[in-house]
């Protein structure tokens, strides 16, 4: 889990970079909901931003369910009306 910042405007791969052995990758600063797989096994999620609107997104959550022997089970859920 990192906040992103570091890499100015983060992407997937660039992150997948950074941390070669994750597999999984939670991050944010850009507020930008993704949820993205990198070289087919990395789970690479953005939940946007659960509070006020910023930078015309829509707020938004993200869910991730963990469990033994299954890959990652992820969604992104928008808030509001």
Sequence with gaps: MTHGDQFGHPT???LHAAFPRAEIIVYGHTHRPLLELVDRTVTVLNPGGAGPARFGLPPS??????????????RIVPLGG
């Design 61 to 74: 959550v993200g869910i991730m369910e963990l469990e033994p022997g299954i890959p990652p089970r992820a």
């Design 12 to 14: 997937p791969e660039q």
